[in-house]
Structures are given as C-alpha cells and as structure tokens.
C-alpha cells in the first residue's frame, strides 16, 4: 500500500523521539531551557528530537531526496558557550538510539548531532515529498510539565499524505470536558494517520491500534471546544463570544500543542479554536500532523474564512486569521459564529 514503509518509519521516529522527550522532561534541568531569538523556549529535548527523528527517517527510508522541513536549526548550538548543552543533546540522542538496540552504528558525535539538526533545513514547498516536523510541539507545555506532540507529517505535491502525533502526557481515555475521570490513569498516545486509510490511536508502550473517529454531535449546545492554553496564541475572549453565541455550555478545555488535534479525533471534544492576535503567521509544523490526524477520523479543518488549509507555500500557512477544527454537520454553525464574532471585534475598534 501507499506510504506503508514511510508511516512505519513516521511510527518509529516519533515513538524514539517521544522517549528522549519522557526522560528529559522527567528531570528538567533550568540550564536545559533556552531562549531564542523570537524569546520562545527551546531545550534540549527539542534539538534532540529533531536529531533523533531525522536520524531514524534517513536510516529507515535511505532515499537519495530526504527533505525535512523542521522547526529547529543548530545555529545556537554551534555559538560559544554551547558546548555544554550540545554534549548533552549528543548524550541523550545516543542513550536514545542505544536503548532502542536497532541501530548497529558506532556513537554519533557531536557534529552528527549537529548535521541530523540541520538537516531540517528544507523550505517544502508544491513539488515532490518533503518531511513536516515539529520536534516538540507545545514547548512552554513541556516545561511546564504538561501537554506536549511530537509532529511529524509527510507532504507529497504539497498535499499531507500521512501524519503522526506521539503525546506522550495524553490519557488514553477521553479528556473532554464531558470526561468523567479525575486522575489520569495511563498516559501516552501515539496517533497516526495516512490519505484515505483513517485513524489510529495506539499507546505509546506500543498496544494494538484502535481506529478513532471525531464525535458525531449535530447540537453546538453539546459541543465542548478545546482551544490553547496560553493566552498569548489565541485570543480566549473571542473563543468565548464565539461558544456563547454557539450555545455552548461546557467551560473550554485548554491544552498545549497538536495534542488538541488528537484528542479531537477521537471525539474527547467536538470544537478546537485557534484564533492567534494579529499578525502572527502560521507554520506548517504547527499543523501537518495535526491536520491529517483530524481529517482522517471524519474532521474537517479550515481557516477563519473557511477556507481550506494549504500546505504548499513553503514554511507558513497563508490563511485568514486563524483555525477552526470539527466535525462536518457542525462547521457551518461554527464558521458563521466566528464570522460573526470577528465582525463584531473588528467594528469596536
Ligand atoms: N504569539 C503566538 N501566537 C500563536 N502561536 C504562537 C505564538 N507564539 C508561538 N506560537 C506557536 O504556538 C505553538 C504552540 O501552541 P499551542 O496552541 O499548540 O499550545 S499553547 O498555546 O502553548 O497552549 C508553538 O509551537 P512550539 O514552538 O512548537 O511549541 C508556536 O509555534
Ligand atoms: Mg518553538
Ligand atoms: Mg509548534
Ligand atoms: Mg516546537
């Protein structure tokens, strides 16, 4: 079938990617956060998952036309005074590929580190097959020891053929505003998804695949929504304007990064807003993975404007303010409560 070897490889890049992620966020130390330069965070477990994922999609695939387009790049590791954080990056990624055993390769030194970092570096585009990764995604997430996704999404002729989100602190029951449960019993999914083949949820520790389809609710009222967690990516007020004049009655639930999607797909809630503040652009990272994950269990995903996502202009999405994600028998309702809602912003100023 179609992009079998790659989803594989998508599988396993992503699982290993998680498990450096686990450890690292297990004993976060202050010295493994930096900043850069556009003052978000980045640690060692981000540069360490990209290794890691570039690393075992070139091994598994070995094609002569590997192009990822990833967030991170070395140039902040190869400044003065980073030797110490690139050691520990090179460390992590080679207890990572020692655990896993299925590589018979001698340690990769720090220069290999730095080269899989890189390798990243592809600007994607409309032709041919490029590679999507966000190594963490939800990164303020992570440090604070919440929600974070591995993403990583296959594009082909600038269409998402494939993508995988490992979230290694989703519970593996429902999480919905609806959900029942106060403790989170057993954490860790792996979803993935491929064109015209569905969805699956499996656990992290590797149980069989399930497939997932996104809630089937007509009534808003009934809809819970998921939107970001921080306040500063997506603008809180006007997802709740935009829920009141949906009807809905269930406070939003907040989350960090592409877990929304995910969770989403598997119908823990009907509804995801993501409604940035002016002037912040998209990136295909953000979304690829996330996208195809929803889609494929029955979701639909536009812009603002309801138009369709387009992941072929490169590193950002072009799109009309912001993202809206549900189930088809809802999108209407929604699209025109968002309309309404940003007209209304728009003419009190
Ligand atoms: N100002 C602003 N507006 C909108 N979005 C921004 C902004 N700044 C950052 N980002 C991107 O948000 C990514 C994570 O956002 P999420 O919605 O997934 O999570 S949360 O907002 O942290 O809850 C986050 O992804 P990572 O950097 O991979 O963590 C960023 O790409
Ligand atoms: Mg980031
Ligand atoms: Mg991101
Ligand atoms: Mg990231």
Redesign the pocket.
């Known amino acids: 079938m179609a992009y079998d070897k790659e989803l594989a490889a998508a599988k396993k890049a992503a699982s290993l990617a998680a498990r450096l992620c686990q450890k690292v966020q297990k004993a976060l130390l202050e010295s493994d956060v930096q900043s850069k330069s ?1 003052k ?3 640690t060692v477990a ?1 540069y360490g998952s990209q290794a890691i994922v570039s690393f075992v999609l070139e091994r598994e695939l070995s094609s002569e036309t590997f192009s990822l387009v990833a ?1 991170e790049d070395s140039g902040d590791l190869r400044k003065e005074g980073a030797q110490e954080t690139l050691e520990r990056i090179t460390k992590l990624v080679n207890d990572t590929l020692a655990s896993d055993g299925t590589y018979n390769v001698s340690p990769l030194s720090s220069e290999d580190v730095l080269v899989a970092i890189d390798s990243g570096k592809s600007e994607g585009g409309s032709r041919g097959r490029h590679w999507v990764l ?9 440090v604070r020891g919440d ?2 996704a591995i993403a990583l999404a296959l594009l082909d002729e600038g269409k998402v053929a494939l993508g995988v989100l490992a979230c290694p602190n989703l519970p593996l029951s429902s999480i919905g505003s609806n959900s029942q449960h106060s403790s989170p019993d057993k954490v860790g999914c792996l979803f993935s998804a491929k064109v015209g083949a569905g969805t699956d949820m499996q656990s992290l520790g590797g149980s069989p695949p399930i497939k997932v389809h996104v809630s089937a609710t007509e009534n808003p009222e009934e809809a819970s929504f998921f ?4 306040a ?3 603008m809180h007020d006007l997802s709740s304007s935009i829920a009141k004049k949906l009807g809905v009655k269930a406070p939003p639930v ?7 999607y995910g969770a989403l797909s598997r119908g823990d809630g009907a509804i995801y807003l ?1 409604l ?2 002016e002037g ?1 652009r ?2 295909i ?2 979304h690829a993975a996330g996208y195809i994950v929803v889609t494929e269990a029955g979701g639909v995903v536009t812009d603002a404007a309801g138009n369709p996502l387009d992941f072929s202009q490169g590193k950002y999405l072009d799109l009309d303010t912001g993202i809206i994600v549900t189930n088809q028998k809802l999108m209407p309702s929604v699209l025109k409560a968002v309309r309404e809602s940003l007209d209304e912003k728009a003419s009190a100023l």
């Open positions: 556009d978000t965070p980045v981000d967030e966000d190594p963490i995604d939800g990164t303020k997430g992570f929600q974070y939107e970001s967690f921080e500063a990516h997506s907040r989350i960090d990064s592409q877990a929304k993501r940035p503040h912040y998209e990136k990272w953000d």
